[in-house]
Each structure stands twice: as structure tokens, then as C-alpha cells.
């Protein structure tokens, strides 16, 4: 059964960086499949950051393109995010998830971890 | 940018069909997937590629996209359906990327 789950800091100060890690077990990354990033402000909608495939191979929202950077460590078969210069408008619900294939259907995905933007 | 319009809100009485639309321009070229979001829980997958589901969701959950239309169709509506709705495409456009909708509030009468 495949189970991703999401860590990181609950709180980060406007202008820094917010840093997640989504680890998984039940499927090793490097055997393949995209993974990505999504995210839902309280009370709003889905939407794509971005994903990443084994190999490295990264795609990204185009709105969010300048702030972000996906990156994959197979060895400890985690993929992380990194969110630069946030604002409250970056306060939401982060989700990861496994992607059937480039923009695919995501199937699996971790229960979220709530980052909230705030000094 | 593509985008993809659903509508805020759809009402049903328990046993009857509701339908619930993902418009997009020529969005009968792309695959639609659907995602099913409970208060407080993760997106759940019911129906990927327009009309497959995977395994575990029930017959009751289908899929249909031609045109400019893609319609998730939930028949024999049960109160367990009450939720929020989504679909998602993929935008292969010059800066590719994924595209969800703006969602649909379920809502069993």
C-alpha cells in the first residue's frame, strides 16, 4: 500500500522560505511515476505547485515558477519543496501526491500538513 | 492559461442522478480526471483518463468529456456523496502544467 506523508514546519515568517518534505513508503520513487505538490488555501480550491519525476525531471506551476523548487533524494525516498519569499497568500493545506504519469491523475496522496504565514 | 469552469453548487435528493460539468475550450482533446474532497480530508481519485475508476470506487461514479464539456455523473446520490468536487487536466502548452477546476459543492437535499 502505497502512503506518502508530509512534514515540516507549521509556521514560517513572511519572506522566508517554506520547506516540506513528503516521505514514502510502500513504492520506491526511483522505480518511477511523477510526484507532486498541491496545495488549497482554508476554504479554497486545489492548486498545483508542481512535480518531479525520479529522474529529477521537474515541472512547475507557472504562477509559482520563480519561488519554487522541487527536488527528489531516492536514497531516503522522500521528495521535498521549497517555497521562497512567501506571503500570507501562501498560507494553505500542502498536499503531496503520486501522478500516474506527467500531469496524470493523482492516486495517492498525503493527508496535508497546514502551513500558516505569519510574523 | 487554460482554465476549467465548474459550477459552485449542485443539489440532488438522495436516489436521483446528479451531474456535475468541467468546462474547458476543446477540453474533449485532453483527459479528465475527478477528484472527490471530503471536509477536512485529502482529494480522493473517482474516475481518471474521463471515464475509469479505479478500484474501490463504485459503479455509481462515471465520466464522460466531449466538446467543450467533461460531466462527472454520480447515480443513486447517497449522503455520503455530500462533497466537494474537482477536475484536473493537463495543459500541454508551452509551459506545460497541471490545471484544476475551481471545484463543486455537492449537496444532498
Known amino acids: 500500500q502505497v502512503q506518502l506523508q508530509e512534514s515540516g514546519p507549521g509556521l514560517v515568517k513572511p519572506s522566508e522560505t517554506l520547506s516540506l518534505t513528503c516521505a514514502v513508503s510502500?513504492?520506491?520513487?526511483?522505480?518511477?511515476?511523477?510526484w507532486g505538490w498541491i496545495r488549497q488555501p482554508p476554504g479554497k480550491g486545489l492548486e498545483w505547485i508542481g512535480s518531479i519525476y525520479h529522474s529529477g525531471s521537474t515541472y512547475y506551476n507557472p504562477s509559482l515558477k520563480s519561488r519554487v523548487t522541487i527536488s527528489v533524494d531516492t536514497s531516503k525516498n522522500q521528495f521535498s519543496l521549497k517555497l521562497s519569499s512567501v506571503t500570507a497568500a501562501d498560507t494553505a493545506v500542502y498536499y503531496c501526491?503520486?501522478?500516474?504519469?506527467?500531469?496524470?491523475?493523482?492516486?495517492?496522496w498525503g493527508q496535508g500538513t497546514l502551513v500558516t504565514v505569519s510574523s | 492559461s487554460y482554465v476549467l469552469t465548474q459550477p459552485p453548487s449542485v443539489s440532488v435528493a438522495p436516489g436521483q442522478t446528479a451531474r456535475i460539468t468541467c468546462g474547458g475550450n476543446n477540453i474533449g482533446s485532453k483527459s479528465v480526471h475527478w477528484y472527490q474532497q471530503k471536509p477536512g480530508q485529502a482529494p480522493v481519485l473517482v474516475v481518471y483518463d474521463d471515464s475509469d475508476r479505479p478500484s474501490g470506487i463504485p459503479e455509481r461514479f462515471s465520466g464522460s468529456n466531449s466538446g467543450n464539456t467533461a460531466t462527472l455523473t454520480i447515480s443513486r446520490v447517497e449522503a455520503g456523496d455530500e462533497a466537494d468536487y474537482y477536475c484536473?487536466?493537463?495543459?500541454?502548452?508551452?509551459?506545460?502544467?497541471?490545471?484544476f477546476g475551481g471545484g463543486t459543492k455537492l449537496t444532498v437535499l
Open positions: 510502500g513504492y520506491s520513487i526511483s522505480s518511477g511515476y511523477y
Open positions: 484536473q487536466v493537463w495543459d500541454s502548452s508551452s509551459d506545460p502544467h497541471v490545471v
Open positions: 501526491a503520486r501522478q500516474a504519469t506527467l500531469g496524470g491523475s493523482c492516486q495517492y
